[in-house]
């Protein structure tokens, strides 16, 4: 957040209404800063490690700082300043040696935390003398304290830039350990403001009951009582309304129930139907299938034994002209050759006969 017109005094007090909340108990960070600075916003809206901003910003930054970081070790405070000064970029666990303790960190999940809970801080700075004053009210009760006051010089470690024109910015940071940074109010006031940062205490009607006359009161008390019983009406029916819908919810929940176990067992059915229709078309074209893959087995076993027969046949022929040629005119031996070729021939017909039934026999 950055204010583009510049402070139009540089003596001034500013009221800064802010929250800082979480889920962490112990471990939370990192936090915001409020920074006082000539810097342009283009600088600023390039983003950076020092709270969100780049580390070239001039001027100065009150820390709220919820996060321990080790570097600083025991010089940690949880509100704290730095500054720069415009030639070198600033250090943010070099902080200047000032600042105070202060629980203003909200932890979310107490049991008396809500939306309402803040808290205020309230910084001086008078220009002139380079004064800086920075009070708190961790709580937002009325119990305002003094943090820190700090006079920057003209040279070393606390040396000021040129603060002619100065913008009021914000920024957070979080990282890994999460935390909410909420500004509420931003007010800038004359300088020595006394108003600021005080809490209005809320009027009491009993102080106020002696000053006004009878009627008065009664008129007054009418009027609250109607405004009673609106809000009665009101609770009452917000009560009827939201039963109404609870209810609503309970029957709409019941039918959704109802509406998923059908679904589910239409589901099923049908799952259960497909899955037979699939195993009984499976079934019949693996039978196929067997079929022909047998019917052609059978086919090429056939034709090979048929080959077997015919080669054995001409071979047993070649064997006995052979025999013939060689023997020369005697041929007394011929008939008995022939006759036991043709019972090789039967027999082996036969076997393959018997072996071809069987196979069909055990088709499926």
């Known amino acids: 957040m950055y204010n583009s017109f510049p402070t139009p005094s540089s003596d001034w007090t500013l009221e800064l209404k802010f929250r800082i909340s979480g889920q962490g108990q112990t471990l939370y960070g990192d936090g915001m800063a409020l ?13 950076g490690s020092a709270f969100g901003v780049p580390e070239t910003v001039e001027g100065f930054g009150i820390l709220f700082d ?7 070790g025991n010089r940690h405070k949880d509100i704290m300043l730095i500054n720069g000064d ?11 040696p000032t600042g105070c303790k202060s629980k203003y960190r909200y932890w979310e999940k107490r049991d008396d935390f809500n939306i309402g809970r803040h808290s205020i801080a309230v910084i001086d700075y008078k220009g002139s003398e380079k004064l800086l004053k920075v009070r708190i009210d961790a709580k937002a009760n009325g119990n305002m304290m003094d943090c820190f006051e700090f006079k920057f010089t003209d040279e070393g470690a606390a040396r000021l830039a040129d603060m002619s024109k100065m913008h009021i910015a914000l920024s957070s940071s979080t990282g890994q350990l999460a935390d909410n940074h909420d500004v509420l109010s931003v007010q800038l ?9 005080a809490v209005v205490a809320k009027a009491d009607p009993e102080k106020f009951a002696n000053q006004v006359s009878v009627s008065t009161q009664s008129y007054v008390n009418a009027h609250v009582e109607r405004l009673n019983e609106r809000i009665t009406f009101l609770e009452h029916e917000l009560e009827h309304k939201v039963d109404a819908i609870a209810d609503e919810l309970r029957a709409m929940i019941e039918k959704l129930k109802k509406a998923e176990e059908d679904d589910k067992k239409r589901i099923d059915e049908i799952s259960e139907k497909v899955t037979d229709a699939v195993m009984r078309e499976a079934a019949d074209g693996i039978g196929e299938l067997v079929v022909d893959i047998v019917d052609d087995a059978v ?5 090979d034994i048929l080959k077997t027969v015919e ?10 002209a052979s025999s013939v040629s060689a023997s020369g005119g005697d041929k007394s031996w011929l008939l008995p050759f022939l006759i ?25």
């Open 189 to 197: 006031r004359n300088y020595g403001d006394e108003s600021a940062g």
């Open 340 to 364: 036991l070729s043709i019972a090789m021939c039967t027999v082996s017909y036969v076997a393959y006969s018997k072996w071809n039934r069987f196979m069909k026999t055990h088709l499926p």
């Open 66 to 72: 919820t996060y321990k970081n080790v570097e600083i």
């Open 311 to 320: 080669t054995s046949t001409q071979d047993i022929v070649k064997g006995i």
């Open 35 to 47: 920074w006082v600075s000539p810097t342009p916003y283009s600088v600023f809206s390039k983003g």
């Open 299 to 303: 086919k090429d076993q056939k034709r």
């Open 86 to 96: 415009g030639e070198k970029p600033m250090q943010m666990h070099n902080v200047l």
